[in-house]
């Protein structure tokens, strides 16, 4: 995406429908916050064995939708006449994917079993929310310079915090330690669950009576 808008600046693409530049720039922008997604889904599911879930499936049904939906927008491009709307209507749509998927992984990196520093997690988390703003991009030269060089700044910060949680160990011993917490606390749950709504079940009988 970046690569397509340092092209797009030298004016490498004159030759090419705008449109079609357009759209290959917010399909790998998705293709990008899609990762990020599937990152998360791997810290908080079981992957393997595989017959504790088809992960291949689900990267497939991710990879799948972002298709749909630049597949949708270049339908909706082309053959509108509001294009103007339309692409903000996609623009929006794909900020909203982006930060939410960028937020649900960054969520995972407060868990204790990883704590990560929480000034670390703070701009993260302003990363995804900037993701918002991408329908304000192509507003004017000095908004995109602004945004972009934050954007990058704090992508850099992620590269380099995921960087550490793997060099030091801390990310291997978070997925063994949340596999094993997490049998553990599904039958505990379960128990608990039980025992409050047994006392619950008893408290409404003697009010009862």
Known sequence: MYGIWFLQSLQFFTNIDPRFIYLATDFFGLLASSQLFLCYLVMVKSTVPPEHGDWYREISLVLLGITAIIVVQALCIFTSKSAVRIDQLFEGLEGLLSGVGLALFVGRLESKLIASPRSIVAALYAYAVL???????????????????IALFLKLTLFVEVRRLISSGILTYYMHEYERRFDKDQKHRSVILAQLLKSHDSMHDVKVE
């Open 131 to 149: 993701q918002f703003s991408y329908p304000q991009l192509m507003q004017d030269k000095s908004t995109f310079l602004a945004l972009t060089t």
